[in-house]
């Protein structure tokens, strides 16, 4: 009897103590944003002391369908309460889904903490990805930790390195296109970014270790494992991702899927390594190999002993190669699949594409691979196809970033100069908001490549720092120039032999005027198309272009 109330005390205490500290912290957070509303002049949204503001997004986020991207947020709410925003700028109390937040969709105020200065990336971030890298990879590595990798991972990095390693993607490429080309003959309606998807964790195979990873024919255990860990992170605030949060299984599963990874990807670092240690100089420069050799580089000049691979390089470079097969199959994926649902909805805009094309590679498509083989700078002689990659970048980017707040720093707006505090904020760049905003982009929903040629003056000329689906400023995607180049070489591959007609179902929600619109789901980090986006593949009979 005596042990029983023992217990029932210590439970209830612990209880009374879990309790305090939850309305502690929401008397801290919701006084947060009443003292920036006071103190600051700062215009929010109906505010409740209970509930913050999740009454108010709740109800105009009731409009549209669930599982919409987060990017989608800020841009619905400043439509929503057009009085209350200042432009570029909004506050948002939904604690405990989230963080105190403040979006940022002004590109000047971005530049303000993400380019000079560089804020840090959010505790949230951090948390989320600690089971997942051990914090040992570029994305969430601070100081000068992050800036020792990045610069070791840099040269692979770099363009002619990227180009130099064209012709294994084409490979790849290779049994996507043929893929898309079956399926034309069945006339069976896809999901297109399943198979955009796994011809990109190939591509990657071959950019990080020069090893096929066969995923898009056979099962591939290290792209099953790596989808059952971002199953396992709590990366958004979606039901499904909230209850990985309470599953006390989590964190063995985690380690688990962490183990197999390395395993597999442990012999093929070991591989690249032994050569660096041999004095090999590889004629294919892979993502590994001269991450090792930069790394052995920097050891010789810093000790008078011999340069060696240690635990630390093996640890941070699985880390980093989980990172890059996660953000890199994610967005290029998703990229490629925007591209054929844009360019299907642009008939002109493809046109002016395959024309392009004809021009650089001549009539017969047959020949096109074995020309950018053979010179990979062909994919640079393609302005047209590359200003359409921006657009679709543009109109559909994949993920904006998220910095934590600091006690002193202000964002000031550049029309008024009224001052935003950021303490206590997850501060969110919305790259969809500004990407999308006529005052930056005349005619936003609508893809003009053109708006790349236009010069300074003119009305479709881009302004500085208005473009960042990959992030402005020292701490901005690594892997662009991988991605943009796949988009390219994969793009050059297919849009002259076939054609992709997309088949939403008739009674498929509409959001922004799009059934194409983006949701985050289990599995996905950044913003994918609702549906996978349903397609139909025909073969196409190439014309001759008649000038």
Not at 172 to 201: H, M, N, P, Q, W
Not at 244 to 255: A, D, F, I, S, V
Not at 438 to 451: C, G, Q, T
Not at 470 to 478: A, D
């Amino acid at each position: 009897m005596f042990l029983s109330l023992t217990v029932g005390k210590a439970i209830g205490t612990l209880i009374l103590a879990v309790l305090l500290r939850f309305f502690y912290r929401l008397y801290q957070v919701r006084q947060l944003f009443r003292s920036a509303a006071r103190d600051h002049g700062i215009p929010m949204l109906p505010h409740s002391f209970i509930f913050g503001h999740l009454i108010a997004v709740g109800k105009a986020m009731a409009k549209y369908p669930p599982g919409l991207n987060g990017g989608y947020l800020p841009f619905i709410m400043a439509k929503e309460y057009p009085e209350l925003e200042v432009p570029g700028i909004m506050y948002f109390d939904m604690w405990p889904i989230t963080p105190p937040m403040l979006t940022v969709f002004n590109p000047d105020m971005m530049a303000a903490f993400t380019q000079e200065p560089s804020l840090p990336k959010h505790p949230h971030l951090l948390a989320e990805f600690k089971p997942f890298t051990d914090l040992k990879d570029i994305l969430t590595l601070s100081g000068a930790e992050w800036k020792r990798w990045r610069g070791i991972f840099n040269p692979a990095f770099s363009y002619k390195n990227i180009l130099s390693l064209v012709p294994a993607f084409l490979e790849e490429i290779d049994v996507f296109s043929d893929y898309l080309k079956e399926t034309a003959e069945s006339g069976d309606v896809i999901r297109l970014e399943d198979k955009a998807t796994l011809c990109t964790i190939d591509i990657i195979g071959r950019a990080v270790c020069n090893v096929r990873f066969h995923a898009q024919t056979s099962r591939n255990i290290l792209f099953e494992t790596l989808i059952k860990q971002i199953n396992l992170l709590w990366i958004s605030n979606a039901p499904d991702h909230l209850m990985n949060g309470l599953n006390p299984l989590r964190p063995y599963r985690m380690k688990r899927n962490n183990k197999i990874m390395k395993d597999i990807l442990t012999p093929h670092i070991e591989s690249e390594v032994q050569k660096q240690l041999n004095g090999e100089n590889p004629e294919y420069k892979t993502i590994i190999s001269l991450a090792s050799k930069a790394y052995l580089t920097e050891q010789s000049s810093s000790t008078s002993q011999k340069a060696q691979i240690d635990q630390e390089f093996i640890d941070t470079v699985v880390a980093q190669i989980k990172v890059f097969l996660l953000a890199g199959h994610d967005t290029t994926a998703s990229g490629i699949t925007y591209a054929y649902y844009l360019l299907h909805k642009n008939q002109h805009v493809l046109a002016k594409m395959r024309q392009e094309h004809d021009s650089v590679f001549g009539t017969d498509t047959s020949t096109a691979r074995e020309q950018i083989a053979a010179d990979p700078v062909l994919l640079n002689k393609l302005p047209y196809t590359i200003a359409f990659i921006k657009e679709v970048l543009r109109i559909f980017p994949p993920v904006g970033t998220i910095r934590e707040g600091q006690k002193n720093h202000f964002l000031t707006h550049p029309e008024t100069g009224q001052k935003f505090p950021t303490e206590g904020m997850m501060i969110f760049g919305v790259s969809f908001a500004v990407q999308r905003d006529p005052k930056y982009f005349p005619n936003p929903d609508e893809v003009i490549p053109e708006r790349w040629f236009a010069k300074e003056g003119e009305p479709l000329h881009v302004q500085k720092n208005t473009w960042r689906p990959f992030e402005l400023g020292p701490r901005n995607c690594i892997g662009q120039e991988l991605a943009q180049v796949e988009l390219r070489a994969i793009l050059a591959m297919t849009v002259r032999d076939l054609d992709i007609e997309i088949c939403y179902p008739e009674d498929s929600p509409v959001v922004l005027g799009t059934k194409a619109y983006q949701v985050m789901q289990v599995g996905q980090v950044t913003g994918h198309p609702y549906l996978g986006m349903p397609a139909r593949v025909k073969k196409r009979v190439n014309v001759p272009v008649v000038e």
